[in-house]
């Protein structure tokens, strides 16, 4: 399994971003995959997540009506669409699917907020 997150960087408060992550080693379209962010001191929080057909998603609190996650399973790819973008946001935002028992992480991609 592997996924890599792209698209991360610095951004003014306002601003968007536009995360991908592209996934293989298993059969993407089967299985949900989600978003997350950890920012420096804090713990890893679920940003969003969406389910394999892409027909459901769910979002945390501090982002909904701001991120729109979404896949391309012909693509075989993840994305996380930023906008509203705010200081809080600031973090190391990482792919993640869980395969039985296992979570699988990407290496992450840093988005950086600047007032």
């Known amino acids: 399994v592997q996924l890599v997150e792209s698209g991360g960087g610095l951004v003014q408060a306002g601003g968007s971003l536009r995360l991908s992550c592209a996934a293989s080693?298993?059969?993407?379209?089967?299985?949900?995959t989600s978003w997350y962010r950890q920012a420096p001191g804090k713990e890893r929080e679920l940003v969003a997540g969406i389910s394999s057909s892409g027909r459901n998603t769910n979002y945390g609190d501090s982002v909904k009506g701001r991120f729109t996650i979404s896949r391309d399973n012909t693509k075989n790819t993840l994305y996380l669409q930023m906008n509203s973008l705010e200081l809080e946001d600031t973090a190391v935002y990482y792919c993640?699917?869980?395969?039985?028992?296992?979570?699988?992480w990407g290496q992450g991609t840093q988005v950086t907020v600047s007032s």
């Open positions: 080693g298993f059969t993407f379209s089967t299985f949900r």
């Open positions: 993640n699917v869980r395969i039985g028992i296992v979570d699988f």
